[in-house]
């Protein structure tokens, strides 16, 4: 087990290494840079803002001196806002972020895969046609038509939720964006789970059971859920890692102060030590998302451990 | 789970229960006025910024040297200075500080404060990005530029030369290369590589190592022919000397405190307008003991102008600063005129999405918005008639027309588009609300421009047919910029209107932000959707730009009769006859069409019938301290 992990986290370091890499020169080929505003700065002005950030200096250079301040733990400061550090930004965005992912998830996990295995044990009947149109309108439907329906019905109309804003304390602001983020993954999971069910519910032991004269409620919950969860499992690892990274339009229609917004805003600007971190945040952040997978899957699926 | 959730919605709707008061509501209890303020402020430090969404709140934590009026455009009330006055030919201004001005820990506004903010915005190594702003000041144009060999020849420090003398020297070189890392050269560097070094760099950005070397050998510096070398010596001596030195006293820049409540400021041309330019916050001072508390004079982001240490002088001071959620200011207690402000506080809300904010104010979570999007308006109208407004703003909406292409280049052709653009039609239907423009300056004050731009789709087809392309025959096609979404519906108005008036094509390109300003900075399009808001009541906010060089040119369009003409109002001290010739030269401007205005702006947003003392205003500075809020 420490093997594997070791050599997990050092595939995770190699992967990271590689993402800063082409990032980096990926900033470096834009045709524009963060210190372009309406109104044009003068050239002896740009001039001095470029060497006091050293982008007068060969592209190798500022490879090599970026990511020694990286390894030392130094992420530099924005160049879009000014003088912030990043580490600031991602400490004040990246909780609200993780908060609404959270939420977000919950609000997948607890709608999805009920919806799922309700259809499973209803298989082929209006009930898991209903439930799966459902599904197939909630993938379908981006979240940007159903974020503002949502705000304007129960944030506007029926004042039962805020129509904007987050606060940390409040978990009433947290419920509008957190569904219209959970919604989609809600709806493919429950897909993924119906699928995963059904396979299950095919096999022999769940015949045996049946023979055996065991409930069917018992069947569903005892005997297949473990099994049936299995492409769902491996599905939430990723996907929470998405929804976190991907959070930018809920971001924008709820207006939350999170990553998202920061990390769009920074490459429109071309803002390299911004871009930089967060891309290397939402690697490893997708790298973890996926080892825990990987965990959750060898925990769920006996058939994956003989074969290690 | 289907049993759990039965469970959960009723407590859901419980908690939902107990919100009865809407955020308005309470803010108008607590006297918070709740602003929508588009998006997160790059900075708050206010001579490293050039937005207006900064602007609205430097408004609050500082204040220039005149105040704004609540209620009129031209109004100069006093603000961090009582009194002013100024000799005949404006040239020389006198601002008396208010005795009891405060910064908000306690510590006096000085004259000081003011010599040193303009010292630190035009401070070379600081590269405030909008200097030239401060620029009227005598001698700030060198001293921000660094033009250390003029400097130092002006204040006749270099014995034996004058400036006549050197005159001819390439004091700023002409080839970049690379700057001098430090002031020292590494060991490895060959001779001949410091020559081309030294040639290139020229005088000014020679580092001292540099000059030493020169010094050493007079030869190694491309004199030019007949240039006294005792005299290059003398001057190489000094330059070498001075290196690295802050030239800020020698350079003799016209601000200075011959007491602590007196600021004197000397101006290299007559501004008749100077009250009104000093409201913007490229004058406002800055709290030099506080600057120099966390870092150097020339120091850029330094933790000053971050909370808790940001020290201002209005009637505001900073609260809470969480990035892209909101800003908070509350009550400055020492502010000067603290019995007449009128609220507790402001929020400012970054809602980046309009749609959000609109959103946001309809269900009471704000008092004003920053911007009703045009495709709302008709809805919000019918929603909140009482809420909404709309009120002119100076800024102007254009085309801009690369000049140096092929066919854009003939004046007719130029001309020809800015005939068939229909205006009216353009404001009915598409930037409701907005003004149809007759030229680039919306009116302000006593200045209206001549009324250049008509209508006129006959006269446009002849002229067209003129410049060789008769009914839009082998007319070229060319490619309009855009940048937002948002310029898309008049650029696409622009373009069925030159198709049905000229029968010429235009294809619109979306472009990221940076790529769309870098390819108009680099005359690399052919024609692009633009726009531009004034940054103080006078026309030549709209006017300098278009000179020869200027960064906010980018029509390739310039002209000697133009500049003679803004040269010459700059230096006409009566505002009457001033006015009279920046008519002249933006009439010569626009006849040349290097730019095609078609609407002036209108601001569309949303203010609660509560919010009181809040009038429109051409500038859109609303005093924040004179509001109220009704309960």
């Known amino acids: 087990m420490f093997r594997t992990l070791f050599s997990r986290f050092l595939q995770g370091l190699i992967v990271l290494f590689v993402l800063f890499t082409i990032t980096f020169f990926l900033i470096k080929a834009l045709p524009y840079g963060p210190f372009q505003s309406d109104k044009a700065i003068p050239g002896h002005i740009r001039e001095k803002i470029e060497a006091y950030y050293g982008l007068n200096e060969p592209v190798y250079v500022q490879y090599g001196r970026t990511l020694g301040n990286l390894l030392k733990g130094d992420a530099g400061a924005s160049m879009r806002l000014e003088g912030l550090p990043v580490t600031d930004i991602i400490t004040q965005a990246f909780p609200n972020s993780i908060q609404l992912g959270v939420v977000a998830m919950a609000v997948a996990v607890l709608l999805g895969i009920p919806l799922g295995v309700f259809a499973a044990w209803k298989k082929n009947t209006v009930f898991d046609y209903g439930a799966m149109m459902i599904a197939m309108i909630g993938i379908c439907i981006p979240s940007f038509v159903i974020g503002p329906l949502l705000a304007e019905k129960f944030g506007r109309d029926l004042e039962w939720f805020p129509v904007t804003g987050w606060s940390r304390s409040s978990p009433l602001s947290w419920i509008l964006p957190a569904i219209t983020l959970g919604l989609a993954s809600a709806a493919y999971l429950s897909r993924l789970t119906r699928a995963g069910m059904l396979e299950t519910l095919s096999q022999d032991f769940v015949r045996t059971a049946r023979a055996k004269g065991v409930g069917e409620l018992a069947i569903l919950t005892k005997h297949c859920l473990r099994g049936g969860l299995i492409p769902a499992v491996a599905y939430i690892g990723p996907a929470f890692a998405a929804i976190i990274s991907g959070s930018v339009v809920i971001e924008s229609i709820f207006a939350v102060p999170g990553l998202g917004l920061h990390f769009i805003k920074a490459i429109e600007t071309g803002d390299t030590p911004v871009i930089l971190a967060l891309v290397l945040l939402y690697g490893a952040l997708i790298i973890v998302a996926n080892f825990v997978t990987d965990v959750l899957g060898v925990w769920l699926n006996p058939r994956l451990r003989s074969s290690r | ?631």
């Not at chain 2, 290196?243 to 004197?264: H, M, Q, R, Y």
């Not at chain 2, 506080?290 to 120091?299: A, C, P, R």
């Not at chain 2, 029509?555 to 009279?580: F, I, M, N, Q, V």
């Open chain 2, 1 to 631: 789970m289907t049993r759990c959730a039965l469970f959960l919605l009723p407590a859901l709707l419980c908690l939902t229960g107990c919100q009865k008061e809407t955020q308005v509501e309470k803010a108008n209890r607590d006297g918070i006025f709740l602003m929508g303020n588009s998006s997160e402020p790059k900075a708050l430090d206010h001579q490293l910024v050039t937005g207006v969404i900064e602007s609205k709140i430097i408004g609050a934590l500082f204040e220039g040297l005149v105040g704004d009026d609540p209620e009129k455009d031209d109004g100069l009330p006093p603000g961090a200075a009582a009194s002013w006055e100024h000799n005949a030919d404006m040239t020389e201004w006198t601002f008396r500080l208010q005795p009891e001005g405060r910064w908000s820990d306690g510590y006096r506004v000085t004259a000081y404060d003011f010599v040193f903010a303009y010292h630190r915005m035009l401070h070379p190594d600081l590269a405030a990005p909008y200097a030239e702003m401060v620029y009227p000041l005598k001698n700030g144009e060198d001293y921000n530029k660094n033009l250390r060999g003029r400097i130092l020849l002006h204040a006749n420090v270099v014995p034996g030369v004058t400036w006549e003398d050197a005159k001819d020297i390439a004091f700023a070189g002409d080839a970049k290369v690379a700057l001098e890392k430090g002031a020292k050269w590494p060991d490895s560097t060959t001779d001949a590589q410091r020559l081309d070094f030294v040639k290139g760099t020229g005088l000014d950005a020679l580092g001292k190592e540099a000059l030493e070397w020169i010094a050493a050998d007079l030869t190694r510096y491309p004199w030019p022919a007949g240039f006294d070398p005792v005299k290059a010596k003398s001057l190489v001596d000094v330059m070498a000397a001075k290196a690295g030195d802050d030239l800020f006293e020698l350079a003799n820049v016209g601000v200075s405190a011959p007491d602590e409540l007196t600021l004197k400021l000397v101006l290299r041309e007559p501004v008749p307008y100077l009250p009104s330019l000093v409201r913007h916050y490229t004058w406002f001072p800055v709290p030099q003991h506080v600057v120099l508390q966390h870092g150097k004079i020339s120091d850029r982001f330094t933790e000053w102008s971050r909370y808790p240490n940001l020290t201002g002088n209005g009637a505001f001071k900073l609260k809470i600063w969480r990035v892209h959620d909101m800003i908070e200011v509350e009550r400055n207690p020492h502010y000067w005129d603290k019995a007449n402000v009128g609220i507790n506080g402001v929020r400012f809300l970054p809602i980046e999405n309009p749609y959000t904010e609109t959103r946001a104010f309809l269900a009471g979570q704000l008092h004003t918005t920053y911007q009703v999007p045009s495709d709302l308006i008709k809805e919000v109208k019918k929603k909140a008639p009482q809420e909404f407004r709309q009120e002119p703003y100076v800024g102007a909406l254009f085309v801009r027309v690369n000049t140096t292409r092929p066919v854009l280049s003939d004046p007719r052709v130029r001309q020809a588009m800015a005939l068939a653009i229909d205006r009216q039609q353009l404001c009915d239907y598409i930037l409701e609300g907005y003004f149809p423009a007759t030229s680039l300056t919306p009116k302000m004050g006593s200045y209206e421009p001549d009324k250049i731009l008509t209508f006129d789709p006959e006269k446009a087809k002849q002229l067209l047919a003129e410049a060789g392309f008769p009914d839009g025959a082998k007319f070229p096609r060319f490619t309009m910029l855009i940048s937002r979404p948002s310029a898309r519906a008049s650029a696409e108005a622009i373009q069925a209107m030159w198709r049905r008036h000229l029968n010429i094509m235009v294809d619109i390109q979306n472009k990221d932000w940076g790529s769309y300003v870098s390819a108009q900075q680099n005359l690399d399009f052919d024609l692009a959707a633009a726009g531009w808001v004034g940054d103080y009541l006078d026309p030549t906010t709209f006017l300098h730009m278009w000179t020869e060089g200027n960064g906010n040119n980018n029509t390739g369009w310039h002209s000697k009769d133009y500049e003679a003409l803004l040269s010459k109002a700059a230096l006409e001290p009566d505002p009457a006859k001033r006015l009279e010739v920046l008519k002249q030269s933006e009439t010569l401007m626009m006849s040349a069409y290097p730019i095609l205005p078609f609407a002036w702006y209108s601001r569309n947003y949303m203010l609660r019938p509560e919010v009181k003392g809040w009038h429109p205003l051409l500038l859109d500075n609303h005093p924040l301290n004179t509001l109220r809020l009704e309960r």
